[in-house]
């Protein structure tokens, strides 16, 4: 069965300190995978994706995800967090199929960011 | 480029009531998804469309949800009777027929009391 596990339900760091938001998946086959962001009474923005190909993907707002076959893991990292960074972040996976868009989210990870 | 739009943004209503959302995609997405997000949960894909057509609709509860999506553009999700557990936000999202990036709309958020 197709699932997503992050471990972490709440992260706080400090403004300027480097993040790591963990990641696992279970899936048939070879996923999409998605890192979403959602702020307060938004909806998600796509922060990144990983396909195929490089397996360190970069995003917006200077994310980065390493997706590692080995580990099903494709984890969130920044090296300097900022303020504006507070949000809950969603890991995402999704079907190769060009039909079934399904995709199945993590229960997310709130980060809070001290100044 | 306009985003996903959605409406209303914020619903309150009694058990047993009926309420609908309307979502209206980014111009030219052929494919449209309603997810519904509880309190402290990921998004869970409630139906896809592609065009006017349901592709996926296995995990809506067809006993008191419905969805539409005439002439292929915008959509309605109809709740009918609401129940407490249907408290929730209500995500839009649409795509590209074909391509596997979804985007997001603020949202509904549904209270019911």
């Known amino acids: 069965a197709q699932s997503v596990t992050q471990p972490d339900i709440h992260i706080t760091v400090s403004e300027g300190a480097s993040l790591e938001l963990r990641c696992n998946y279970s899936y048939g086959a070879t996923p999409y995978l998605f890192w979403y962001v959602q702020s307060p009474g938004q909806g998600l923005q796509l922060l990144l994706k990983y396909f195929s190909g490089d397996t360190l993907v970069q995003g917006i707002k200077g994310f980065e995800a390493e997706f590692k076959r080995s580990q099903s893991s494709f984890n969130l990292r920044k090296p300097s967090v900022h303020w504006s960074d507070a949000a809950e972040y969603f890991c995402?996976?999704?079907?190769?199929?060009?039909?079934?868009?399904?995709?199945?989210f993590g229960r997310g990870t709130q980060l809070t960011v001290w100044p | 480029e306009a985003g996903v739009a959605q409406s209303p943004r914020y619903k309150i209503i009694e058990k047993r009531q009926s309420v609908a959302f309307w979502c209206n995609p980014i111009s030219g997405h052929a494919t449209l998804y309603w997810y519904q997000q509880i309190l402290g949960q990921g998004p869970k894909l409630l139906i896809q469309f592609q065009n006017n057509g349901v592709v996926d609709d296995s995990q809506l509860p067809k006993d008191r949800f419905s969805a539409e999506r005439l002439k292929g553009v915008d959509s309605t999700l109809k709740i009918q009777p609401a129940k407490l557990e249907d408290s929730a936000v209500y995500l839009c999202?649409?795509?590209?027929?074909?391509?596997?990036?979804?985007?997001f709309g603020p949202g509904t958020r549904l209270l019911v009391l």
């Open positions: 995402a996976v999704g079907a190769r199929s060009s039909t079934l868009g399904r995709l199945y």
């Open positions: 999202a649409s795509s590209l027929q074909g391509q596997e990036t979804q985007y």
